[in-house]
């Protein structure tokens, strides 16, 4: 390695197992696309040895770096966390500020921009419903909040967990059971799956979207594979779709601008390479 390679800036995604991570697929296309000459890595951190990785992170020439499983949570006790990483609970990226380490939890915005950019004016609604109640359920919900939705009902397997939403973001969340989903479908605007139902390797999604409001949106966090059973659903039913590699790519977006000084694009050309690599699995 050269001296000069050495100097440039360098971040990385952090996780336990880590292969099968996208992350540096996105931020290197991005780092060709705009001739910054940084570069992105995958690192593999057990549980045991985050805190001393975390803590060395720019003695290893690090300018920040993405958190994923298992981390999110210890990233956000390590750092000095913003208001979305401590409302959700968790980080998965970090930053210095003023030699401080930060963190953020960029899910929240990639939900955000990602339904923004395929389903503008998807927001003027007041109620929407929530499948899930786990770690991405907090992103979204804390998004949804922020985006003055009176009412979330929140449909989860395990009722406390959804009535937990409820003691963190309050009272625009409503724990609701699955029973009662065919009425509340019919005022919904829009439509989240959070679970990881649906998913390569887990049981389907068994949803009725017959009740669903006309042109409400749906939305599936899932990205593998790509068209998942409710967005296929939900396409031949007329209805607007987000999926979840959107979310995926809107969520990179900030990382990237904390840590390499531009903001970049969610374009078709990235859109393309990563459904490309999500072919191959
Ligand atoms: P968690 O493990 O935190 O939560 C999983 C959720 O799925 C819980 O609500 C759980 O219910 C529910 N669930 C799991 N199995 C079943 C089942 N058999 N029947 C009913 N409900 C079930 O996972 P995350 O929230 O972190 O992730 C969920 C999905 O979102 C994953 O597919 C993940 O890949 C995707 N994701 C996508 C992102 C993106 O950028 N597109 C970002 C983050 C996540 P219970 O509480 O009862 O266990």
Redesign the pocket.
Known sequence: MTGAARAAPAACVIGWPIAHSRSQLIHNYWLRHYGIAGEYRREAVTAEDFAAFAGSLAARGYVGANVTLPHKEVALRLSLPDDRAEAVGAANTLWFEGGALRSTNT?VE?FLANLDAVAAGWDRTSDAVVL??????RAVVFGLRERGIARIHVV???AE?AVALRTRFGEQVHPVSAAELPDLLAKAGLLVN????G?RG??PLVIDLAPLRSGAVVCD???APLETELLRAARAAGHPTAD??G??LH?AVRGFSLWFGIRPSVTPELRTLIEADLAKT
């Open positions: 899910d990639g899930g109640a786990g770690g991405s359920a989860n397997r395990t967990r959070t679970t990881s139902l998913m887990q049981p966090l899932v990205y979840g590699l979310m995926l969520q």
